[in-house]
């Protein structure tokens, strides 16, 4: 999974937040000021998922549907 953080200039740490359909985290993790973000091998079920990612008060969420 690649995340690219645009738009955000002064930030102290960014959080990757993933939650299976039912909302049970199976991923949390709290970066640095990357502005580039790989999760690499990430053990995932098929299924659906959703990804948000926290930079301080600022919320994003994408879908995510994984296949294999």
């Known amino acids: ?4 953080i645009e738009g955000e200039k002064n ?3 960014a959080a990757v937040i993933i939650t299976d359909i039912t909302g ?4 949390n993790e709290v970066y640095g ?5 790989v999760i690499y091998n990430p053990h ?6 959703f990804i948000q990612v ?3 008060k600022n ?6 549907i994984r296949t294999e």
């Open 11 to 13: 930030y102290s740490k």
């Open 24 to 27: 049970k985290k199976v991923f």
């Open 59 to 64: 919320v994003k969420t994408e879908h995510l």
């Open 54 to 56: 926290v930079i301080d």
């Open 1 to 4: 999974i690649h995340i690219q």
């Open 44 to 49: 995932f079920a098929p299924g659906s998922y």
């Open 33 to 37: 000021k990357e502005r580039d973000i």
